[in-house]
């Protein structure tokens, strides 16, 4: 699976990369007969990926020809030690006092009809659809998964592909102004990308703010794509997979430049240069509309020139679905390699002690956000032994909370969310002792503290 690769060793520097190239492709195949739509849409607790719940999952299944199939809605009882932000709550509509029924399914048995959903069936590839998804509702799917001990990269692999509407319409609104109606914010007068405005925008309706309603729109937007901007479709799915987006940054490590869309409130053209990647698969590339003389003699942070507009280096990690447009695409944006941006690709080159110094700091970097990680934070941190595999599937398999407290796991992360699973779970009257329950909180103690 793509994301699967994040924890392997990947080759860095530019003279590495020119001994992968591969010819670039102008754009992925699309939808075929075995490959089918998947919309989703999550509701929370609050805007943690990591430490947030999801409340409520809705998916819309449909076909190649963007032809609803089937629906699933799924309501989940809130964790006892989340705590729902009130702002979220006011956004969702959803009662404070119903988020604690014990009619709702658990996380744990939510997690896995989630799963079912998402998981494509044997044979066929899925192209998922979300809006603001990959860096939001995947995040959050992938920590329950992995919270509830199971695969999280369901909407990953080698076949499927990924596709943000966000960031398409985005992409839509700059090279083809029109096509799509792109409401404006009165309050701010910039244009408003929000699910709800464009929807109405388009006239497709939408029930905000429920997950199956937004699913259901989310779909309509992206036929309304299809149909008026079929090469903004194909330039989305032609990224909308790891492989994909690093077969085109290791054909552009000899020299060719490629265009990386972005959209930092206002959409950004940039003609870059890979220059390495890290094992993480983020690519770090310099932004030809700087000299590598932009780049100080004694830097030891990265930080400051790859994040943000204007920097002449930038960071895209391939598994995220980044846009690349084409070079027979640039006309849409007026966009053009001029002598300027040619002459600082020969000298981005030739300037190799620059671009080891670039590579060292970029693959000795980590993105560890604190000095003491939770289990949920470390969901990047690897991939589990063959031991803990076989502990997994002796965990999912039991017969009894009481059998499950006894599975042993090498890895913290499953010994932590094993314990809370059991102690969240455990039927009133269990016969596991004090000893061995005082056992399973020291266990989880820092989540369920």
Not at 249 to 254: G, N, V
Not at 429 to 438: E, K, P
Request: some cysteine; hydrophobic content about 45%.
């Amino acid at each position: 699976m793509a994301d699967r690769d994040l924890f392997e060793n990947v080759p860095g520097g530019l003279a590495a990369l020119k001994k992968a190239d591969a010819p670039m492709q102008a754009s992925a195949p699309l939808a075929a007969p075995s490959e089918d739509l998947v919309c989703y849409d999550t509701e929370t607790s609050d805007a943690d990926v990591r430490h947030g719940q999801i409340l409520q999952f809705g998916a819309v299944t449909a076909d190649a020809a963007f032809q609803p199939q089937t629906e699933s809605q799924v309501r989940i009882r809130r964790l006892p030690y989340i705590v729902p932000a009130p702002a979220a709550l006011g956004v969702t509509g959803f009662d404070p006092y119903d988020l604690d029924d014990p009619g709702l399914p658990t996380e744990f048995a939510a997690a896995q009809e989630i799963r079912k959903a998402l998981a494509a069936p044997y044979g066929r590839a899925r192209i998922f659809l979300t809006f603001n998804g990959i860096k939001f509702d995947d995040e959050m799917i992938r920590t329950m998964l992995a919270r509830n001990l199971m695969d999280p990269w369901v909407t990953s692999g080698k076949a499927n592909r990924r596709v943000d509407m966000l960031s398409l319409l985005q992409l839509v609104s700059a090279g083809a102004p029109g096509s799509i109606a792109i409401p404006t914010d009165p309050a701010t007068g910039k244009m408003s990308f929000r699910l709800g405005a464009i929807a109405s925008a388009n006239a497709i309706e939408i029930v905000a703010h429920d997950a199956v309603g937004d699913s259901r729109a989310t779909l309509d937007l992206a036929r309304l794509v299809h149909a008026r901007c079929r090469w903004a479709w194909d330039v989305a799915l032609n990224c909308g997979n790891a492989d994909l987006v690093e077969r085109q940054l290791r054909a552009a490590s000899s020299g060719t430049i490629v265009w990386a869309f972005s959209h930092f409130g206002e959409p950004d053209l940039a003609p870059c240069l890979p220059i390495c990647v890290d094992g993480g698969r983020r690519w770090l590339l310099a932004d030809l509309r700087h000299a590598p003389g932009a780049i100080p003699a004694n830097i030891d942070d990265l930080g400051p020139l790859s994040f943000g507009r204007n920097t002449p280096l930038k960071v895209i990690r391939a598994a995220a679905a980044p846009l690349i447009v084409p070079a027979h695409e640039l006309t849409r944006f007026g966009a053009t390699a001029t002598a300027e941006i040619a002459s600082n690709a020969q000298a981005w080159q030739e300037a190799t002690a620059t671009r080891e110094r670039i590579t060292s700091l970029h693959q000795a970097h980590t993105y560890a956000d604190r000095a003491d990680p939770t289990s949920e934070e470390r969901l990047y941190d690897g991939f589990y032994g063959q031991q803990d595999k076989q502990a997994i599937s002796r965990f999912l398999a039991a017969a009894s909370w009481e059998e499950r407290s006894n599975v042993a796991f090498q890895d913290p992360r499953l010994s932590d969310y094993a314990a809370r699973l059991v102690l969240t779970n455990l039927p009133p009257g269990s016969d596991l002792g004090s000893a061995r329950i005082d056992q399973l909180a020291a266990r989880c103690a820092t989540a369920m503290a």
